[in-house]
């Protein structure tokens, strides 16, 4: 067999395979459960649990690569319209390095619009999760697009 018949293969098994699931298990699950945590207080409008998972220098990308900061994140929240009613997420990817961990990913957003109307959207977002000295987690930066559903 070539040697070049193996790179391939290679660069497979070294990078795109450990995508999967990296970093320990306990870890994972805690930013699975956070990430949980964080939709159910955005639909619930729960704004002291999103306060204690933002960090204070927590910054924010939209799909036109606005920026925004914690307050301003937290505000498009507030608004009555649209509200959250439910993101249904699937299946995630989280990567972890010593104390931070990145949550890729996805699901179907519905929100309330002011009219009563429900509307639907896919979208995708990738979390930045560091854990802090008492060992608890927040949520450094998130990066997120409304996408049309497939």
């Known amino acids: ?13 070294t990078f795109v395979l450990p995508l999967r699931a990296q970093g320990d298990q306990a870890t994972i699950e805690a930013v699975r459960s956070l990430e949980a945590g964080m939709i159910q207080a955005m639909s619930a409008r729960d704004f002291a649990t999103l ?5 204070p220098d927590f910054v924010a990308t939209d799909a036109s690569g606005r920026r925004l900061s ?10 009555p319209d649209p509200i959250l009613v439910s993101l249904a997420a699937e ?3 989280v990567l972890t390095r ?4 990145v949550h890729i990913g996805a699901g179907t957003e519905t929100v309330t619009r002011r009219d009563g109307t429900l509307t ?3 979208q995708v977002w990738t979390d930045t999760w560091v854990r802090q000295q008492d060992g608890s987690w927040q949520c450094l930066a998130s990066q997120w697009i409304e996408l049309p559903l497939r």
Do not use: E, N, W
């Not at 914690?70 to 929240?77: E, L, P, Q, V, W």
């Open 70 to 79: 914690r307050d301003g994140y937290m505000a498009i929240f507030r608004q």
């Open 98 to 101: 010593g104390s931070a961990a």
């Open 120 to 122: 639907l959207f896919r």
């Open 1 to 13: 067999m070539p040697r070049s018949s193996l790179i391939v293969p290679l660069l497979l098994t």
């Open 91 to 93: 299946p995630d990817t």
């Open 51 to 55: 306060d204690r998972l933002l960090a």
